[in-house]
């Protein structure tokens, strides 16, 4: 691949004929054999999308050509608004989730972070949002600062810091020796007064958006799941409360939650996705409905372990993801609405498209599909009518891929072209 950032940010057009964009900024004609368009779930052939400094002019079978424009044809490829994944982890990587915090430096660890986010970019993920640093509080907001400023690539961010969890709780550091005081990979509040604080400190320290563990350790007892809540219904709706205070949409609470009770409570508490939710209540289901909270599936993460699972782990673990895909069926009878998420992190980062496919086999058709990444996820991240789409005004978050998704979804997973912004990351 070839990177050639800032290729355009920084090109100049003499005498610019086009009325919308900077002052300066160069515009460019993307053309290629096909162009989806995401919110009728149609193939536009063959696709063209004006681009004009970071933001897109127009969109079209054939679009106006200004004067100077440059076209670039990047053939038998058809074009997509970029991806979004909404559930990474930027600090994780394969192999050292429970004790990344012990073994790796804070420092070592925000590296690791910006080659993810620039791995995660060139498989076309032009926005993310990050579901906790996992013990590097809030290093994930010098990450998207630093993406912002240009100084290094990656996707639009959206962070959390610390997810937030109960002492002795999900991601506690439960099993080790007390008098060793090892770190929690997650930020402490066992309280309502204790949610409200550790949500103000970590919006002071630059946080976007809030994740709480909700439900865990899970265990199948008999073939059954069980997921244990962690906080009241009372105490949720304080957590949601304080996020509203000083945000809007995508700046809310989301939650790590399978299963009953503890989705039924975040769901009542209004926060704005539920992660994994492998199991929900018909209740719940009908209220994620009306609420229009978003279910976010994370099936490639399970898939990885199916595949990295020792003979015997193996058949445990397939059958709790075709408990899962048999629940997620229910979800989308019941009309639930659907996020993209992949959990990437513990899996390589760049390889999380999958996430998409997976839910194809599971059941959604690949309109849906490509509907719950781009449009539901821009909305999650509270970038709707920004991102998501092809649409004049809109940012120029374009990528192309090898093949139609919408006959194969699999295509998403063979991205050749990614822009961000008007600024071209990647094409082979
Ligand atoms: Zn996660």
């Given amino acids: 691949m070839k990177n050639l950032l800032a290729g355009l940010a920084v090109g100049l057009l003499g005498a610019s004929c086009v009325a919308q964009g900077p002052v300066g900024a160069k515009a460019v004609v993307l053309h290629a054999a096909r162009m989806v368009d995401v919110a009728s779930g149609k193939v536009v052939a063959p696709g063209e999308v004006l681009v004009e400094g970071e933001r897109i002019v127009a969109v079209g079978a054939k679009v106006e050509r200004p004067t100077g424009v440059e076209v670039i044809d990047l053939g038998d490829v058809t074009l997509l608004p970029g991806l979004i994944d909404v559930h990474v982890h930027l600090f994780l990587h394969p192999g050292a989730e429970d004790l990344q915090t012990v073994q790796e430096s804070v420092p070592q660890r925000v590296l690791i972070a910006a080659d993810a986010a620039k791995k995660d970019l060139m498989a076309g993920f032009t926005a993310e949002r990050d579901m906790g640093t996992e013990g590097a509080g809030c290093a994930d907001v010098a990450v998207r600062d630093a993406i912002n400023s240009g100084l290094i690539p990656g996707p ?5 810091c610390n997810a937030v969890d109960l002492t002795g709780g ?3 550091a439960i099993g080790y020796n007390p008098a060793q005081h090892v770190l929690s990979n997650a930020d402490y509040a066992n309280s309502v007064g204790d949610l409200v604080r550790v949500i103000r400190e970590q919006r002071k320290g630059g946080a976007d958006f809030t994740k709480i563990y909700e439900t865990g350790k899970d265990s199948y007892e008999g073939g059954v799941l069980k997921t244990p809540y962690q906080y009241t219904e009372v105490e949720l709706k304080a957590a949601v409360a304080e996020a509203a205070r000083t945000g809007g949409v995508g700046h809310g609470v989301s939650v790590h939650a399978t299963g009953e009770p503890g989705t039924g409570y975040a769901v009542a508490a209004g ?12 209740a719940t289901m009908k209220a994620m409905r009306a609420k229009g ?5 994370t099936f490639a993460i399970s898939e990885y372990f199916v595949e990295q699972a020792g003979a015997e782990g193996k058949a445990k673990r397939r059958a709790q993801q075709d408990f899962h895909a048999a629940e ?8 639930v609405p659907f996020a993209v998420g992949s959990d990437v992190g513990p899996f390589p980062h760049g390889t999380q498209a999958r996430e ?6 599971y059941g959604l058709q690949a309109a849906e599909v490509l509907r719950a990444d781009m449009i539901h996820g821009a909305k999650l991240l509270g970038w709707e009518g920004k991102i998501g789409e092809l649409k004049a005004g809109y940012f120029a978050d374009v990528v192309a891929v090898k093949g139609n998704p ?3 979804l699999s295509a998403v997973e063979r991205v050749v072209f990614v822009m961000k912004g008007g600024v071209i990351y990647r094409k082979d």
Avoid: C, N
């Fill in 293 to 297: 909270i978003f279910a976010v599936p």
């Fill in 406 to 408: 919408l006959e194969d």
């Fill in 156 to 160: 639009r961010m959206r962070v959390s």
């Fill in 170 to 172: 999900h991601e506690d």
């Fill in 328 to 335: 997620f069926k229910k979800q989308m009878t019941a009309g």
């Fill in 271 to 282: 926060v704005e996705s539920v992660d994994h939710a492998y199991v929900l209540s018909e």
């Fill in 356 to 361: 998409m496919v997976l839910m194809g086999r």
